[in-house]
């Protein structure tokens, strides 16, 4: 784990139980087991995890909405569990399903939230900056989705946070208002804010993220930067190489036995197009194309992919459906 100078979040050995339950004969249900994460500043640090991981209690925890069972939780250098109003001023969160009133009207309801603030975010600014004056006259419930989650965003950023927790902020986004919302949150790090993001969405983890911690049945999995969890390998102990994908459409029912090293998968999802991944070198491509040539196979296409965040994600917390 890291250990920043300053993070605006570090929680170490955190532990929730919940209970009790009586189909569990009385005993607590631990639903986090000893997360360890830090967040710093000037950074976008996102939790990963399926459903039921532990990602939402651990946040939830981390702003002092539930009290913790077990661990330490310092945001912005204070307990969420006992700090006072004074540090809730500093910290701003975006709640997936917004939590915002219904009859309210987008603009007085900013300049409602700005102004319980000392120094808050210019309420004209967030409006013009995620495009809010386009439905300033429609209350809350009659919005779409993408207009709730600027709505959301806008409320988040109205009181100038130091640390911003962000909770699937493009669930609903058209793809200019999520471009628009994207830029807005690289230029809020830029500036020095902190940022915690959850989201179920890897694209826009790989996209956004400085610093990403992946969370299984509530324990921490892996972690890394983007770049150091994508050359994640899919074989244990086979180092830190690259692993790409190489899709082609050629012949269907090939034997490609010999041709590529056994560390690489070879599959033919469909009749003829086939998918090779592993850690492949310019020797590899060279065999294969060698191999090609000498039985005068001439793909229809080729193209070389590098692995996502959501390959190396399913890798390590599995396939099926919870």
Known sequence: MRSPESPVLSISGLVKDVGPLPTLDGKMLRVVSGISLVAERGQITALLGANGAGKTTTIECAQGLQKRTAGSISLLGQDPDTAGAGLRARVGVMLQDGGLPPSARPVPLLEHIAGMY?????????????????????????????????????AALAGNPEVLFLDEPSAGLDPQSRQLVFELIAELRDRGMGIILTTHLMDDAQRLADYVYIIDAGRNVAEGTVAQLLAHELQPGAGEQHVRTLLFDADPGLDFTGVLPDAVDVKESRAGSYA?????????????????????????????????????FLDISGREIR
């Open 118 to 154: 000392q120094d808050p975010w210019p309420v004209a600014d967030l409006i013009r900056r995620l495009g809010i004056d386009s439905f300033s006259r429609t209350s809350v419930r009659r919005l779409s989705g993408g207009q709730k989650q600027r709505l959301a965003l806008a």
């Open 276 to 312: 090779a991944t592993g850690a492949l070198t310019p020797a590899d491509l060279a065999a294969l194309t060698a191999w090609w040539a000498a039985r005068g196979i001439m793909p229809g296409s080729m193209s070389l992919e590098a692995r996502s965040l959501e390959d190396v």
